[in-house]
């Protein structure tokens, strides 16, 4: 494919808001996970909650996008300039020409789970105040950032569970090809809410610590909120050696379970080889791997399996997971950002939480972060439903020092 | 305003909706050929889930799947080498109702299957698991312009991909009390083979976007279906495909935004 610029990101997660905090989390192996206190929840697990999301304020005009996800979103965009940079694009290029292309699994559902704890005793009703369409409907985050940055052009939500904001990339990437934009906002925003916490749960799927992926004891995942975004654009014919590009990404179905990978990994394997081809690249040109890495049991049998088998056990890898929690559908879009500072900066992330590696998967795992020069990374999404999509980023020259 | 290239010829649909169950009999009433006489949407039973899964899918995927399977029937099609898109305005309403019924109450356990029903893409979860398909498979929502959002990625990823594409556009009407602040009238959903190499058949072509006003159905009470359930927004474009007449559409999508296609029969 014809990489594109990616011009601006920005990232928030547990572990900092903008990405100064989180470059100098991931270069310290920081942990942003706490023990379990978001709301009435009681569940004996770990969580990657972002603090001072209560007082982020949304504008009169867009008052009716307001709930945990959208007030996340706005605290997203304001980091790094983004929003003015998106603002600037769409200025730019004129609003037609700028599309919203945002992932989220659960939107504002948080605000339906609390509405449902305030029905009318007689009538059922929900209280006068809930309001569908700009919180819990699976659109909500991408109308209400067109109105935010005023684009105008295509938008739409892919909720496919964890891989839902890598998605979004490769939709856009469609999209320009197609000649129908010039300008992309991309990324995701999940927060945390009961649905995933106690829903995850009654799959026996969250750790009672920490999430330790790739660890040979890990117990499941730590559950997280985050926003990320990235805005694209056509690269130009000499970007500067620095220009963090998207030069592919590849998509796949396991055709196989709702909740459990392919054992083999099968799935992951066919989007990361699709991503490679699209970029036109082999495997030994990946100087790093973010994985997908939950951290349950399963989920990292089968990634190290096909990750093994396509690079082999030498190309460096790490999961952070460990530092921000799952982020659902927000991962991939995070997890993208994570890869863009990793190529600005020469970082691999370490994996806070991962005390020793699973002898049973033979992959380069990186437990502590340190400094490499690289020039194409990878990273991976994998969702329920058997959902998966690999990103490959890379510097447009020669590899950060 | 742009103009690109954007098109495929549809091989073959599937359409579920108030008193129709298949294409003939939509396509018969979109003619004029057959009277309409309007009744509640009968949701079918997919077949080609195996017995243990079909028991755990809702109304929601049962109605895209079928929807889904029926293009594919018609067409002849290899199910497990398709790429998939599904579009849909919400989620499995039934299945959110309960889940949020229970955290609201005192025992907060949930079942396991209501939790991996509850995402987006179950539809597209089961539809992998019933027919093999490793191909990507993606669902897109716009809220009321679900639709074209669906009709743009299928399109967009079949110029792609170069091979053919199944849209699937789907919504259900959620229970009370939800549906006191969302209402969708009744079950629909229409699918659509899109094969960007083939010669033969009606050529479904992007035109672009545009702020024209979007065309509505004659007919009062197939309008109100039109207007009242998302997956519906494609009727004008159906109706076209029904009367196998060439022709251009104004497509509802976004609230300061419509799509234009037209239709070469």
């Given at each position: 494919m014809k990489p594109l610029l990616i011009s601006r990101y920005t990232a928030s997660s547990c572990i900092g808001n903008g990405v100064d905090a989180t470059r100098a989390a991931l270069a310290d192996g920081r942990s942003g996970l706490r023990h379990c206190d978001f709301e009435t929840v009681e569940l004996d697990t770990w969580i990657g909650r972002i603090k001072a999301l209560d007082d982020v304020m949304l504008s009169p005009a867009l008052?009716?996008?307001?709930c945990r996800n959208n007030r996340l979103a706005l605290l997203g965009l304001s980091q790094d300039g983004f929003i003015d940079a998106a603002i600037d694009a769409v200025r730019r290029y004129g609003a037609k020409r700028v599309a919203v292309l945002l992932g989220t699994s659960t939107s504002g559902i948080l605000d339906t789970e609390l509405a449902y704890r305030r029905r009318n005793p007689v009538s059922g009703a929900l209280p006068p105040e809930f309001h569908y369409r700009g919180s819990h409907n699976v659109f909500s985050v991408a109308e209400f950032v067109r109105h935010a940055v005023g684009a105008g052009g295509p938008a739409w939500v892919i909720s496919?569970?964890?891989?839902s904001s890598a998605k979004v990339f490769a939709s856009a990437a469609r999209l320009f090809d197609a000649g129908l934009i010039d300008a992309a906002v991309v990324g995701g925003v999940d927060s945390l809410c009961l649905t995933t916490l106690y829903g995850f749960n009654s799959l026996e799927l969250v750790s009672p610590e920490p999430c330790r992926p790739f660890d040979p004891d890990r117990a499941g995942i730590s559950i997280g909120e985050a926003a990320a975004f990235a805005l694209l654009e056509r690269a130009p014919a000499h970007p500067p050696a620095e220009a963090i590009l998207l030069s592919g990404y590849g998509e796949s179905s396991d055709a196989h379970h709702m909740s459990s990978p392919h054992p083999e990994g099968l799935g992951a394997r066919l989007a990361m080889e699709q991503a490679l081809t699209r970029a036109g690249l082999g495997p030994a040109d990946i100087d790093y791997i973010n994985l997908h890495?939950?951290?349950t049991p399963s989920n990292d049998d089968a990634e190290g399996a096909a990750v093994s088998r396509l690079f082999g056990s030498a190309t460096p890898a790490s999961s952070t997971k460990g530092a921000t929690g799952h982020t659902l559908g927000a991962a991939g879009g995070l997890e993208a950002v994570f890869c863009a500072l990793a190529l600005s900066e020469g970082l691999i992330p370490g994996s806070p939480g991962t005390r020793s590696l699973d002898p049973g998967i033979d992959i380069a795992y990186r437990q502590a972060p340190q400094r490499a020069a690289l020039r194409h990374v990878l990273s991976n999404s994998l969702g329920f439903g058997g959902t998966n999509c690999s990103l490959v980023l890379s510097r447009a020259e020669g590899r950060a020092r | 305003m742009s103009t690109n290239g954007l098109s495929a010829s549809v091989r073959s649909l599937g359409v579920i909706g108030p008193g129709f169950g298949s294409w003939p009999e939509a396509r018969a009433v979109l003619a004029g050929d057959t009277p309409w006489v309007p009744a509640p949407t009968r949701v079918p039973n997919p077949d080609m889930l195996p017995p243990a899964e079909r028991r755990r899918v809702g109304a929601v995927v049962k109605l895209a799947l079928c929807a889904g399977a029926e293009a594919v029937h018609a067409a002849g099609a290899d199910a497990s080498q398709l790429a998939t898109v599904f579009a849909s305005a919400g989620g499995d309403g039934a299945n959110c109702h309960a889940i949020c019924e229970a955290l609201a109450g005192d025992d907060r356990r949930i079942s396991p299957t209501r939790f991996h029903n509850s995402v987006n893409n179950a539809a597209a979860g089961y539809w992998g698991i019933a027919t093999g398909a490793m191909a990507t498979s993606t669902i897109v929502s716009a809220y009321d312009g679900s639709l074209a959002a669906g009709l743009i990625e299928a399109l967009a990823l079949a110029h792609a991909l170069e091979s053919p594409v199944l849209l699937v556009v789907y919504d259900h009407p959620y229970p009370e009390p939800l549906a006191a602040a969302r209402r969708v009238s009744d079950a629909f959903a229409m699918a659509l083979l899109l094969?960007?190499?083939?010669?033969?058949g009606p050529r479904v072509q992007l035109g672009g976007f545009c702020d024209a006003a979007a065309d509505l159905m004659a007919d009062p009470a197939m309008e109100a279906v039109r207007s009242s359930i998302p997956a519906a927004r494609g009727l004008p474009l159906l109706e076209l495909l029904a009367r196998d007449r060439s022709g251009t559409v104004v497509l509802d999508y976004l609230d300061d935004l419509r799509l234009d296609v037209s239709l070469s029969a």
């Open positions: 008052a009716e996008y307001d496919t569970a964890c891989s890495g939950t951290g | 094969d960007p190499a083939a010669n033969a």
